[in-house]
């Protein structure tokens, strides 16, 4: 009796488990969808999406080394233990404009670090310029038109120009650190013609350009889909209602979730 019961029933539990498994996996494509459509926002009007991750954005719906943060509502990338705030992006080129948060308002910092970006994620854009900022020096720079103040950090003192000098304060023993960071050339023209102070060239910030194809997600959004990370193989994919495609999205899915579940013939 009861295998008779459970021959009848064997059917019925096969197809069960059959659509349970498929709207599992449309509901793991769905959430995958849902989740990279949505934008990281710190709360100070910067939207960022692909190839950026993290806070609200799970690690699939970036590339590695674009993982965000939000610190007192403001986003911030790291690159070399150096943190940056972004200020703003233009998707189209696509670059952002970032700022060193240990220099934001203020160029006595608590460390020394040069700016050093990760070339394999980034690169600058034209129209910058560096400042340079030594520390510690004894004495004035020998042929540096400049600037000095003092630092209240480490008892300190720093001299910044917008031009490098003849030879090196750090290695001729003249200074015992040496930054650079890069700021807009239009910034440093007014900080030379004293239009503008040290502090807002540094906090206007400076432009990278991104190392993506941005051309790859903008035909993966045309199709419906959200751009993420293939975390296999590492490569591109477009996450879609019904699955994710190495490209677009097949425009010919049907159903709700995007999940066409095939019909099953049992022969009893």
């Known amino acids: 009796m009861h295998t008779l019961l459970l021959q009848s029933l064997f059917p019925l539990l096969l197809i069960t488990s059959f659509l349970l498994i498929n709207v599992e996996l449309s509901l793991s494509q769905y959430e995958q969808h849902t989740n990279c459509n949505e934008d990281i926002n710190c709360g100070g009007g910067i939207s960022l999406s692909y190839p950026f991750w993290g806070v609200n954005r799970a690690n ?18 790291n690159m070399s233990n150096i943190n940056y705030r972004i200020l703003k992006t233009n998707s189209s080129a696509p670059s952002v404009t970032v700022a060193r948060q240990d220099y934001w308002q203020t160029i006595c910092p608590q460390t020394y670090e040069n700016t050093n970006i990760n070339f394999s994620l980034f690169n600058y854009t034209s129209g910058l310029t560096n400042l340079n900022f030594y520390y510690g020096c004894s004495t004035s720079i020998p042929g540096l038109n400049s600037s000095s103040q003092s630092c209240d950090t480490n008892n300190d003192n720093v001299t910044y ?17 040496g930054v650079s960071i890069p ?23 400076f ?22 990370l293939n975390t296999t193989t590492g490569g591109f994919s477009c996450f879609c209602l019904d699955q994710a495609y190495a490209s677009v999205c097949n425009a010919t899915v049907p159903g709700a979730l995007g999940m066409s579940v095939p019909s099953l013939v049992i022969l009893l």
């Open 207 to 228: 432009e990278l350009g991104l190392q993506i194809d941005n051309g790859q997600c903008n035909t993966c959004v045309g199709s419906g889909g959200t751009c993420g």
């Open 183 to 205: 700021v807009f050339t239009t910034a440093a023209v007014a900080l030379e013609a004293n239009r503008t102070t040290i502090e807002e060239a540094l906090d206007g910030g």
């Open 161 to 177: 120009a917008t031009r490098s000098p003849p030879s090196d304060p750090v290695s001729n023993g003249i200074c015992t650190t």
């Open 60 to 77: 699939y719906c970036g590339l590695p080394g674009f993982e965000v943060k939000c610190v007192d509502n403001a986003p911030m990338i």
